[in-house]
């Protein structure tokens, strides 16, 4: 696919941060419509291609988000993206999010990486005090990943998603740059 870590705008051990390829939305049209795949983010509705993209454009020029292509350095091949988006400028704080698309690399480490790494770029980077990440209840592995980058639950919506025919809880997880700036 050509997207080399001469092209990372963060260079991880195993994987790398790019800025979002466009040429690449046939994947993240897969990966967002796949069932799996899309409860675990909660897209209710099927997105189509032009959708897709627009989205991905609108997150290249927005002031409030970040988006980046996650890529598999040892295959040099695109495996989900990331982002931080609802960026407060004032209150210096944003949500944090990811995915892996494509599952053969789920359960392997990698989400801890792409969270790390995300993680470090708006603390030490942008210089943001606090992180949220949310959480869907069916989602385990997001909350082992931010619960061993020393996140916490800061709380929880009872029932507030319906998903498969259930409502879940969502969870809100929080870490900031530094304890004494809560």
Known sequence: MNTSA???FINGDLIDLLPINLNHVDLYDKWGNDQEV???RHYEFPRSMDEIKERYLNSIKATD???FEVVLKEDDVPIGTCNLHEI???SRTAEIGFFIGEKKYWGKGLGTEIASLITKYAFQELNLRKLKAVIYSPNLGSQKVFTKLDFHLEATLKGEE???????DILFYVKYRNENEK
């Open 6 to 8: 001469s092209n990372a």
């Open 38 to 40: 899309r409860h675990l």
């Open 65 to 67: 988000k970040y988006s």
């Open 88 to 90: 407060n400028w004032v």
């Open 162 to 168: 319906y998903i498969d025919g259930k409502y879940i």
